[in-house]
């Protein structure tokens, strides 16, 4: 939704609740201790969460701000992130330890195929280049590439104990944080706490210092342990305008309003502060349930409540407006654009050899021919257990003999092709990364890939995965309710591989 419509839907519902109930609302900011540092005594006390008696733990606070940064040719964010929480049984001690993620500094030529083509969809580097570039001091290409740094900063973590009558707490060196790279695009910091036990209060706070000012990254307030109270609060320059959703059972209470923020160029410190415009974002979650992982709930960004942003537009000083949204349809030509999904589309399967020699071109039947296609393919390369968006050369993938899961679909897709077939990728989210909105089209959206022939009497969905299952079979991962066929010269359409599984 826009600003407007977003402001006015919060707004009412923020009435409505006031209306209803403004003594208890005054009651239920009061008790909210904010103060990081300083645990009160009844916090210290607390021996269980009288909303749910059996929770290990609870989220006494959440503080999140989010902070922009000007720059002569760009923007940085801040995410400062501040925790509380009670230990009341000791399966709670569990989170003493903490995981923060962020996504490491990786030149443009050494990033993964996929993550330039989500840079592509979220900002589309030509149209900026032929727009900006002109502008005098504005973002040129070179300049966006070389945004995509992040960092964990100013990390603090504390245990408070009672003994007695006295609080006393365990601060964690310096030199317990573990920084650890993941792969070559991510890492994330690790540390646990000292003595946490049942009735410890754990605090910590640091602050994910990030370059990639269009990627506003997820918010969820709620998780698998009650939070009593969880604010998100950001502003941001009203040259950045981003389409926000919020999500989950239990709703967040949220505002936008219009603000300023003023700044300073690092260019030109001697100058005065410059005020900016900007839209100032609140979102407030209070007495949240947990929510446990089960059955029917695949992720738990299905259910908790939070808030999620996709870039609408953009612009720098004095520069012009750069549009970053998207239909579906110019998504589907992105994809078909793309160096390593679209083109390899286009090109012919190492095995077409082996497929005439074995005739398999030669069977009249569509789908038994489509079958030993696959029956061909899945003889001479494995799935590794890995499920990717961005697939490999398919040389590549016949000489290791194996793959990810569109490693290995997209020689089955060239196979089929190459045997007469209309086969085509059919673009995905996992189930356990969470329901696939389609309000906001972006291409991060989509996790994988799996392989569709087209027939007249109906589609066939086959993936590396669920090779022993045959078509439409699907691993219960990749039974999407929603999903997007991607088709070459025609309009793509939206699928369901769940009503498909179930034929």
């Not at 922009?68 to 003493?96: C, H, N, S, W």
């Not at 007495?287 to 738990?300: A, I, P, R």
Request: include cysteine; charged fraction near 25%.
């Amino acid at each position: 939704m826009d600003n407007s419509s977003l402001n006015m839907k919060l707004n009412l519902i923020q009435l409505f609740v006031l209306l209803l109930c403004p003594a208890y609302m005054a009651v239920a900011q009061g008790s909210i201790n904010m103060k990081f540092g300083k645990p009160t005594k009844q916090e210290m006390q607390m021996t269980t969460y009288d909303a749910e008696p059996d929770a290990d733990a609870v989220v006494l606070c959440r503080l999140t701000d989010v902070e922009y940064t000007i720059q002569q040719t760009g923007y940085l964010v801040d995410y400062r992130e501040k925790v509380r929480i009670k230990v009341l049984k000791p399966d709670g001690a569990r989170f003493a330890k903490v995981v923060i993620p962020y996504l490491k500094n990786t030149p443009m030529d050494n990033r993964s195929n996929e993550s330039k083509m989500v840079l592509k969809t979220v900002l589309d580097v030509g149209s900026v280049s032929s727009s900006l570039d002109e502008q005098s001091g504005a973002m040129t290409t070179d300049d966006l590439e070389n945004y995509s740094e992040e960092s964990i900063e100013d990390l603090k973590a504390t245990a408070y104990n009672l003994r007695g009558s006295k609080v006393v707490k365990s601060v964690l060196k310096k030199d317990a944080f573990v920084d650890k790279k993941i792969d070559e695009q991510h890492g994330q910091v690790e540390f646990t706490l000292h003595d946490v036990e049942v009735g410890t209060v754990i605090e910590y706070e640091y602050t994910l210092h990030s370059q990639l000012f269009w990627l506003l990254h997820d918010w969820f307030a709620q998780g698998e342990i009650p939070v009593v109270y969880a604010k998100l609060d950001m502003n941001i320059p009203r040259y950045l305008l981003f389409n926000l959703e919020e999500h989950g059972i239990q709703r967040l209470m949220c505002s936008c309003t219009s603000s300023n923020m003023r700044y300073k160029l690092e260019s030109d410190p001697l100058a005065a502060p410059v005020v900016m415009p900007s839209n100032h974002y609140i979102c407030v979650g209070r007495d949240l349930k947990g929510v446990k992982k089960g059955d029917g709930v695949w992720s738990m960004q299905d259910t908790c409540a939070g808030v999620t942003a996709d870039l609408k537009h953009f612009s720098m000083r004095g520069a012009a407006v750069v549009d970053c949204t998207r239909t579906w349809e110019q998504i589907d030509a992105m994809i078909l654009e793309s160096e390593d999904l679209g083109k390899q589309l286009n090109e012919h399967s190492p095995l077409a050899g082996e497929l005439k020699e074995a005739k398999i071109t030669e069977i009249a039947d569509p789908r038994q021919r489509a079958e030993a296609v696959a029956k061909l393919v899945f003889d001479k390369v494995k799935w590794n257990g890995r499920y990717e968006l961005s697939p490999a050369e398919t040389e590549e993938t016949l000489k290791n003999q194996g793959g990810s899961n569109v490693d290995v679909n997209m020689l089955l897709l060239q196979s089929l092709n190459d045997a007469g077939l209309t086969a085509a990728p059919v673009m995905l989210r996992m189930r356990d990364q969470g329901v696939l909105t389609t309000d906001f089209p972006a291409l991060r959206k989509y996790t994988t890939f799996i392989v569709a022939v087209v027939l007249p009497q109906g589609n066939l969905y086959l993936d590396a995965s669920s090779v022993n299952g045959g078509f439409n079979a699907l691993a219960a991962l990749l039974q999407a309710d929603k999903a997007r066929l991607v088709l070459k010269d025609k309009k793509g359409q939206w699928v369901s591989l769940q009503q498909s599984a179930k034929k």
